[in-house]
T-cell receptor, first 113, second 115 residues
Framework: AQSVTQLGSHVSVSEGALVLLRCNYS??????LFWYVQYPNQGLQLLLK??????LVKGINGFEAEFKKSETSFHLTKPSAHMSDAAEYFC???????????FGAGTRLFVKA | EPEVTQTPSHQVTQMGQEVILRCVPI?????FYWYRQILGQKVEFLVS????????KSEIFDDQFSVERPDGSNFTLKIRSTKLEDSAMYFC?????????????FGPGTRLTVL
C-alpha cells in the first residue's frame, strides 16, 4: 500500500540552526511529492512540490527539499530556522490517475530562542 | 489571491444529529475534495468529486456521509447521524485538474465537535 512516513513527530531546533524534516514514501512508482505547512488554527499551505525535472526544489519561506529516488525520500530543509517557522509540517504524495493526496503523520517543529 | 473558504469554522453538535459542512472552492477549479484530521492524527482523504459525481472515496466515507454541489459555488459534506468519533477537523480542497502534479488547495477547515 502507498504510504508516507515522517520520522519524528516532534523536532526542536534553536533559532538560526538548520532545519531537517524527514520524509520517506513507499511505492515502486515515484509519486508527485509535496510539503505542506499548518500554522495553529489554520489550514494547509503548500510549501513546495516536486513533479519532474530538477530534484532539488525551492519553496516559500526559504525551505527546500530534495527528491532522492534511490532512497525514496523527500526531506525538507532550511538553513536557518526562524521563530515564525514553528508549525506542523506534512509530507504528502499524489499519483498519476489518483485523486487523493496521501499525507504523512506530520512533524511539529519547535524553534527555541 | 483566490482561496478556498469553509463555514462554519467550528460546529458543535449532539450525537445523532445531522451536520452540513460548507465549502466554496476556488471558482475555476473542477475537482473538489474533503479530508479530515482527527486531533493528533494524520490528514485522511474522504472523497473526491467531479462533474457532479463522486470520483473516489475512502473506506471512511460510508453511508453516513454524502457530498453535494447544490449550486455553482458551494460544495457540501453532510454527515447524517453524527457519532463521537466524527469529531475532527474537516478540510475542503479543490484543484483545477485531477492531475497528480497539481496541488490541491485547502481551506482553513471546520472543527466539528460531537458531544
Amino acid at each position: 500500500a502507498q504510504s508516507v512516513t515522517q520520522l519524528g513527530s516532534h523536532v526542536s531546533v534553536s533559532e538560526g540552526a538548520l532545519v531537517l524534516l524527514r520524509c520517506n514514501y513507499s511505492s515502486s512508482v515515484p509519486p508527485y511529492l509535496f510539503w505542506y505547512v499548518q500554522y495553529p488554527n489554520q489550514g494547509l499551505q503548500l510549501l513546495l512540490k516536486y513533479t519532474t525535472g530538477a530534484t532539488l526544489v525551492k519553496g516559500i519561506n526559504g525551505f527546500e527539499a530534495e527528491f532522492k529516488k534511490s532512497e525514496t525520500s523527500f526531506h525538507l530543509t532550511k538553513p536557518s530556522a526562524h521563530m515564525s517557522d514553528a508549525a506542523e509540517y506534512f509530507c504528502a504524495v499524489r499519483y498519476t490517475g489518483g485523486f487523493k493526496t496521501i499525507f504523512g503523520a506530520g512533524t511539529r517543529l519547535f524553534v527555541k530562542a | 489571491e483566490p482561496e478556498v473558504t469553509q463555514t462554519p469554522s467550528h460546529q458543535v453538535t449532539q450525537m445523532g444529529q445531522e451536520v452540513i459542512l460548507r465549502c466554496v472552492p476556488i471558482s475555476n477549479h473542477l475537482y473538489f475534495y474533503w479530508y479530515r484530521q482527527i486531533l493528533g492524527q494524520k490528514v485522511e482523504f474522504l472523497v473526491s468529486f467531479y462533474n457532479n459525481e463522486i470520483s473516489e472515496k475512502s473506506e471512511i466515507f460510508d453511508d453516513q456521509f454524502s457530498v453535494e454541489r447544490p449550486d455553482g459555488s458551494n460544495f457540501t459534506l453532510k454527515i447524517r447521524s453524527t457519532k463521537l468519533e466524527d469529531s475532527a477537523m474537516y478540510f475542503c480542497a479543490s484543484s483545477p485538474t485531477s492531475g497528480g502534479a497539481d496541488e490541491q488547495f485547502f481551506g482553513p477547515g471546520t472543527r466539528l465537535t460531537v458531544l
